[in-house]
């Protein structure tokens, strides 16, 4: 089992959807929580973070942790075609050498 | 407002052959790191560098070597280049501490590396 699993999709919505990422983890440690973006042959950027449990919002972007199910999401409101990108979830137990999924590619049509 | 900077973009090698990817970065940041990214893998740590003069190995070190020249460049090195190194490479740098979670890793735009 990998420690941190996504689904690699490509997951299709149509412009102004609301979309839904996911990552699972079996690390119970794991408390620092990142969502990055990447476009097609471009670095990963970040997009989010979070400290231990809770939401946190900022624009169309919400980011969710739950620790007792280890799950963390990453809800996109009226998601836009230059939002098509692959997201990746990161994470770390003391906040260094996070550990990254494999991504979740995203293609939102106009 | 450079960031990292990553050369060369692509490449092509024999088995056998060597190279050195270089990194730099100028933020000032403490740490470097290293990545590789297959497709279904996610990015996989190879070594970092927490400061200068210091590196350690990550998830995936066998076949790489790496060298902090100073706190602005990390290099990595592949001494003899085999096709499963065949990948897409990822130089970040990072704040310590807790100053990594206002920022993140600051990726470069990546190194496209074939091995034939």
């Known amino acids: 089992q990998k420690e941190v699993e996504q689904d690699p999709g490509p997951l299709s919505v149509p412009e102004g959807a609301i979309v839904s990422l996911n990552c699972t983890y079996s690390?119970?440690?794991?408390?620092?929580f990142m969502w990055y973006r990447q476009y097609s042959r471009k670095g990963p950027e970040l997009l989010m973070y979070?400290?231990?449990?809770g939401n946190k919002e900022d624009g169309r972007f919400t980011a969710q942790v739950d620790k007792s199910s280890k799950y963390i999401s990453l809800f996109i409101r009226d998601s836009q075609p230059s939002d098509s990108a692959t997201y990746l979830c990161?994470?770390?137990?003391?906040?260094?050498?996070?550990?990254f999924g494999p991504g979740t590619r995203l293609s939102v049509l106009p | 407002n450079a960031g990292v900077t990553q050369t060369p973009k692509f490449q092509v090698l024999k088995t056998g052959q060597s190279m050195t990817l270089q990194c730099a970065q100028d933020?000032?940041?403490?740490?470097m790191y290293w990545y590789r990214q297959d497709p279904g893998m996610g990015l996989r740590l190879i070594y970092y560098?927490?400061?200068?003069?210091?590196?350690d190995k990550g998830e995936v070190p066998n076949g790489y070597n790496v060298s902090r020249l100073n706190k602005r460049e990390f290099s990595l090195r592949l001494e003899s280049a085999a096709p499963s190194q065949t990948s897409v490479y990822f130089c970040?740098?990072?704040?310590?501490?807790?100053?990594?979670?206002?920022?993140?890793?600051?990726f470069g735009s990546g190194t496209r590396l074939t091995v034939v």
């Open positions: 990161a994470m770390s137990d003391y906040g260094q050498n996070f550990v």
């Open positions: 560098s927490a400061s200068e003069g210091t590196t």
């Open positions: 970040a740098s990072s704040e310590n501490g807790e100053a990594i979670m206002d920022y993140g890793y600051t």
């Open positions: 979070t400290y231990s449990s």
């Open positions: 933020m000032n940041h403490n740490s």
């Open positions: 690390n119970s440690a794991f408390q620092y």
